[in-house]
């Protein structure tokens, strides 16, 4: 159900339709409830992996804080998982849908005994066992008892992640070396589906019990409340990676939604799908003919393929974290901002403070303050902020040329440390020419970082690399021209870009009257409609 | 600048600017009245695509041929003039190749005629024509049995398409109201049901009389799988632009939507769908009614552009086992490269002339293997 889709549409009029009417607590239940059943539209039995990853976190930020579980809430924690595990992995919800339900299926057809089954038996022993350790847990030294806490979440959910994530990558990686050793392994890749969102939730549910582990947070003795956080769903596929300290006290105090709160969620969405449907949707084409040829492309085709996955790849994210905010706001909800017009950056340092700035922070609170920060010597400010910006890569996907993305990144930003301690006291240019230059330069810099991220394989990579050197003037275009919509609506998004960016983010009813900012708006919906003709590509990082 | 925010006010300013918008389309765009104007501008054109399919050929129907829209003749397979091209001259006593197919396969026809003096062209082609229309032509070929060869075009795109039955359902952008009938596969026999019409005389009967039209659109309901009252009903939604384009968007995605259980971009054919069961039997029959006659069959396979090899992967088993005949475009213009092909996907002329002589090679190569290269009496 992508924000994208009718079906999202008729989901969300019906979920705010009935959020509005309810009183507080209940909408709390109503909105997990709702949030399940958006996650479960994709694939049921993923679900309960959110649940083993929240109650796995709600568990031990209680044992961190408190060093204790009242009873209640244990019967609570272990029942809801061992029923999620009976009712989203042993029965078969395709079995009893309408037309499966016309073949008339057995009862025996109903569940699935031999993977969901066991796995079920699994989770069962395991909750048993746990519980029957939970005395023991209890009176565990305080030091210990919140260093085993935390370590056992993070390696609970790292592991999830890792199976699922980056399991094949590690085998493939390994039959490599095998082969290098003169070995020659059968081939161990696994069949292995990708859970969406995975990469977002996991790192929500992490930053949890670290920030509790570390004193900045209270653990939430409300499970309902706890799991909401994780699932919300206009954030559980892509993100913004909330905070606990954030996004917990919205759950809890009771919402308001203002004429603020409408204003911008319309504002926001309307943006956001604009960007998403006329803008990225629009140009996925093109960018695939230049990225997927299968014939010899052209210096021009390289070149005018990376500007417009440049451009796909901000809108497309940018874009659904917008409906994200958007649609957040609209329940009284308050989502922290994800993209702050990065591509107005004039240094690496600036972008990543723009650019997926939920997941930069996380990464800088999270990963480079642990290694030592900024704060030690330059050699190990280097280290830090290229393994860093290591593990940002391998997040963003298992494979080599995020890895490198991520690199390249990270040598950007030493390079620009490196130019600033040259620099010394001496001050910026504030010449407007320079300043345009200087983003320029930077935009063209990004934008050979996203051949990398964009490119099917390393050689891909290198092969357009050296096309823009070896075939520099080359104007032969062969790509695919971006659609109507895309073309008229270019002019658009530059305005409102440019506009965003000067104003600081504010609102646009804030800097223009309101005849002036509804006809850009009336303008993008007009445009909306253009493009819903093109066809419709998923989100980049759902498959993040 | 007066900060509080008024969102129903600014709900209401930008429906008063989209209809101003609306209108403003309607006067700078407006689509040709008189049918016989075949060339509206681009954005004539985009803004009518979204336009309801009675409302369409509405705009095309007059009661004469002379005042409607020469596209109105096209594709009837009852009609003679089906006959788009014929190289042979009266008199001429040359082996006879027909071609039945969309405008891929006329174009092969022609380049066919061109290097080849010694070889009688005709071709039967319709625009967008599905498999079902090209075999429902070659049944209503009168002369098919004068064929020393004949050729079924079938194209990737078209195979989703067999449960179709008419261009006013196969293509919602530009619609052409003539018919063909349905095919369907009951207990491994090809069966067919024929629409209430055939003819352009038969259309303009069923159009002109609402209780016979509505005869027609119950039967569309009943057997066409694209039949969707959405797109096919006129109502006064048809008077908006910004709704003609929603229209126009919901095709695209219904559309997409039922190629889906056909057809996949990464996987190919479903080989379980009924549409590629009734393609591999019209395939089968055709070939078996051509040797009847006496007749070389062939099946021309259209791979179109970045959708791969799928549809000659998923014809070649019934192909060999069979032994019929073929050539699958695929093994001289891959598909995944573009440059193969011209922007209204068929391919470059070059391309085309290579197409031409492959067949031509077929031809010969089994022609004279067969039988003679003596054209069959008349």
């Known amino acids: 159900m992508p924000f994208n889709s009718i079906s999202f549409l008729i989901f969300f009029i019906v979920v705010y339709a009935i959020y509005r009417i309810l009183p507080h607590k209940a909408q709390n239940i109503f909105l997990l409830i709702a949030s399940y059943v958006f996650y479960g539209w994709w694939d049921i039995r993923f679900l309960f992996l959110i649940i083993v990853s929240t109650s796995l976190d709600f568990a031990c930020g209680l044992m961190i804080n408190e060093g204790s579980i009242p009873k209640k809430q244990r019967y609570a924690i272990s029942s809801w998982i061992v029923l999620s595990a009976f009712f989203l992995l042993v029965v078969q919800w395709s079995k009893l849908s309408a037309t499966a339900i016309n073949l008339r299926p057995s009862w025996a057809q109903l569940f699935s005994w031999r993977t969901g089954g066991l796995i079920f038996f699994a989770v069962v022993l395991v909750t048993l066992v746990l519980n029957l350790l939970y005395r023991r847990f209890a009176h565990f030294e305080i030091p210990s008892r919140r260093k085993f806490f935390l370590i056992l979440s993070i390696a609970g959910n790292l592991t999830i992640l890792g199976f699922f994530k980056y399991f094949n990558f590690f085998l493939e990686n390994l039959e490599a070396i095998m082969r290098g050793l003169g070995l020659n392994p059968s081939n161990l890749h696994l069949n292995i589906l990708l859970p969406v969102g995975i990469s977002f939730y996991t790192f929500m549910t992490m930053s949890y019990t670290i920030d509790v582990y570390r004193g900045k947070l209270t653990p939430t003795k409300k499970l309902h409340e706890y799991a909401l956080f994780v699932a919300f769903f206009p954030k559980l596929l892509a993100g913004p990676i909330e905070r606990a300290a954030n996004f917990l006290p919205q759950i809890s105090a009771k919402r308001t939604v203002t004429a603020d709160h409408l204003m911008r969620g319309l504002q926001q969405i309307t943006y956001g799908l604009f960007k998403k449907i006329v803008i990225a949707d629009g140009v996925a084409k093109s960018v695939s003919s230049v990225f997927g040829a299968a014939y010899q492309i052209s210096w021009a085709d390289a070149v005018v393929g990376t500007l417009l996955f440049t451009l796909q790849i901000y809108c497309d994210f940018s874009g659904y974290s917008d409906i994200a905010t958007g649609t957040a706001s609209l329940m009284g909800f308050d989502l922290m901002r994800n993209f702050n017009f990065p591509y107005f950056a004039r240094n690496p340092s600036e972008f990543w403070g723009r650019w997926h700035i939920s997941l930069s922070s996380w990464f800088r609170d999270y990963v480079f303050f642990p290694l030592g920060g900024p704060y030690r010597s330059t050699f190990r400010w280097i280290r830090n902020i290229l393994l860093t910006f290591f593990v940002t890569g391998l997040w963003h996907g298992a494979a080599w040329n995020y890895v490198l993305w991520g690199l390249y990144h990270g040598v950007l930003l030493c390079l620009h440390r490196i130019k600033e301690s040259l620099r010394g006291t001496r001050k910026r240019s504030k010449h407007p020419l320079i300043k345009s230059a200087t983003i320029l330069g930077f935009f063209i810099l990004t934008s050979l970082g996203w051949i990398l991220f964009r490119s099917r394989s390393l050689d891909q990579a290198m092969g357009i690399f050296r096309l823009l050197i070896k075939d520099f003037g080359n104007l032969r275009f062969n790509a695919e021209m971006p659609t109507r919509a895309a073309l008229l609506g270019f002019p658009v998004f530059l305005i409102m870009e440019f506009l965003g960016n000067r104003s600081r983010g504010k609102r646009v009813d804030e800097i223009m009257p309101m005849p002036a900012w509804t006809a850009a708006f009336s303008a993008m919906i007009f445009l909306i409609i253009l493009g819903l003709a093109n066809v419709p590509t998923g989100f980049i990082y759902f498959v993040f | ?378």
């Open chain 2, 1 to 378: 600048m007066n900060n509080k925010p008024r969102p129903y006010l600014a709900l209401l300013w930008i429906g008063a600017y989209l209809v101003l918008i609306d209108i403003g389309i309607n006067i700078s765009f407006p689509y040709p009245k008189d049918p016989r104007n075949i060339s509206p501008s681009g954005l004539q054109q985009f803004f009518e695509y979204g336009r309801s399919v009675e409302g369409k050929l509405d705009g095309m129907t007059r009661k004469t041929n002379e005042e409607s829209a020469p596209i109105l003749a096209t594709g009837w397979i009852s009609d003679p003039r089906i006959k788009t091209f014929s190289n042979a001259q009266t008199g001429e006593n040359k082996p006879v190749v027909t071609v039945y197919g969309m405008s891929h396969s006329v174009q092969l026809a022609e380049d066919m005629a061109k290097i080849d003096n010694s070889l009688s062209v005709r071709s039967f082609g319709a625009p967008g024509a599905v498999p079902t229309w090209s075999y429902a032509a070659y049944l209503s070929d009168k002369e098919r049995q004068y064929s020393e060869v004949v050729v079924l075009a079938v194209m990737t795109r078209g195979v989703p398409l067999i449960c179709t039955t008419s261009g006013t359902t196969n293509h919602f952008d530009s619609v052409w109201p003539y018919t063909y009938p349905r095919f369907m596969v009951d207990n491994g026999t090809l069966d067919s049901v024929s629409p209430p019409f055939i003819s352009l005389d038969g259309y303009r009967e069923y159009f002109y009389n609402s209780t016979k039209w509505k005869t027609y659109v119950k039967w569309l309901r009943e057997y066409d799988k694209y039949y969707d009252p959405i797109l096919f009903q006129r109502t006064f939604l048809d008077n908006s632009s910004l709704l003609r384009m929603l229209r126009r968007a919901y095709a695209y995605s219904s559309e997409r939507k039922k190629e889906a259980g056909v057809y996949d971009a990464q996987k190919g054919f479903n080989a379980l769908s009924d549409e590629v069961r009734i393609l591999r039997s019209i395939i089968v029959n055709f070939a078996a009614e051509a040797r009847r006659n006496h007749s070389l069959p062939i099946i021309y396979i259209v791979n179109n552009v970045s959708m791969g090899d799928h549809l000659y992967r998923i014809l070649e088993p019934a192909l060999s086992a069979q032994k019929i005949l073929f050539l699958s475009s695929h093994e001289i213009c891959p598909p995944n490269d573009p440059h193969n092909y011209l922007p209204d996907s068929h391919f470059v002329p070059s391309k085309n002339l290579e197409l031409a002589k492959a067949m031509i090679k077929i031809i010969r190569e089994n022609m004279s293997a067969r039988t003679s290269i003596d054209s069959k009496k008349r």
